[in-house]
């Protein structure tokens, strides 16, 4: 069995994200599942152990009961044997946002991220706000270097946008014209999109829009609606 995905523009902690983070509970197997956050992107500028508090505080006010924050941070803690053996039990693992490439840069090929992919394929939800959501896909967009990297490949063909609705919609033209062959995703903040664990049919939560940038249009879907990321 395949799990799902739930990708946040932003501001996810904020108190108005309860909506989709409750429905990501209820996928990974309810209020008793266990949540692990990781704060590796918010390590750049030493703001881990904040970040990773406050995500604990928030799942355990949404009714959690076993919501631990790991101290994944760099290269050497993305390998942890231990680490990643309690991301393999995992049944909702979230990626905090911070910044793109230090995540991206942290987790791929580590024995972290290939718990999480195994953790995946056992039917847990996988998350990430902002930057989390960022590297989940095939490209993201750095904004400290200004260039297109590679991501994790979990979402094809896609790149995302966060905080669409504040500053995130300004990156849209130069991703457009960079990434023909993507799928330009900007997400508001305080809003997600989780899929039905096929990766291609989600459903919008939250307060926001889910903009897709796609064939020279733009088409936007709000809390309740539906949507697929491939064309046809």
């Known amino acids: 069995m395949q799990g799902y995905l739930l990708l946040a523009g932003g501001a996810e902690f904020g108190g108005r994200m309860a909506e989709p983070d409750v429905r990501a509970l209820q996928l990974a197997g309810g209020f008793d599942a266990q949540v692990s956050i990781i704060p590796a992107a918010a390590a750049l500028d030493n703001n881990h152990q904040r970040a990773g508090e406050t995500g604990v505080r928030w799942f355990e006010q949404l009714g959690a009961t076993r919501v631990q924050w790991l101290p994944l941070i ?18 909702l693992v979230y990626l905090l946002g911070g910044f793109p490439h230090y995540l991206a840069q942290t987790l791929r090929g580590s024995a972290g991220w290939q718990a999480i992919l195994e953790a995946c394929r056992e039917g847990a939800v996988v998350g990430g706000s902002s930057a989390g959501a960022m590297v989940l896909c095939r490209h993201y967009y750095d904004p ?12 094809p063909k896609t790149c995302i946008i966060p905080h669409h609705d504040t500053f995130g919609k300004s990156w849209a033209s130069q991703l457009v014209r960079l990434l023909p062959g993507d799928v330009i995703v900007g997400i508001d903040e305080e809003t997600a999109m989780i899929d039905d664990g096929s990766g291609d049919k989600w459903r919008v939560y939250g307060s926001g829009a889910v903009s897709l940038y796609r064939g020279g249009t733009i088409s936007i879907y709000h809390s309740g609606e539906p949507l697929s990321l491939r064309e046809g």
């Not at 760099?74 to 393999?88: G, H, I, K, P, V």
């Not at 400290?144 to 979402?155: C, K």
């Open 144 to 155: 400290a270097a200004g260039n297109i990297s590679e991501g994790l490949n979990l979402v």
């Open 74 to 91: 760099d290269q050497a803690s993305a390998n942890d044997a231990s680490l990643a053996e309690r991301l393999r039990s995992s049944r």
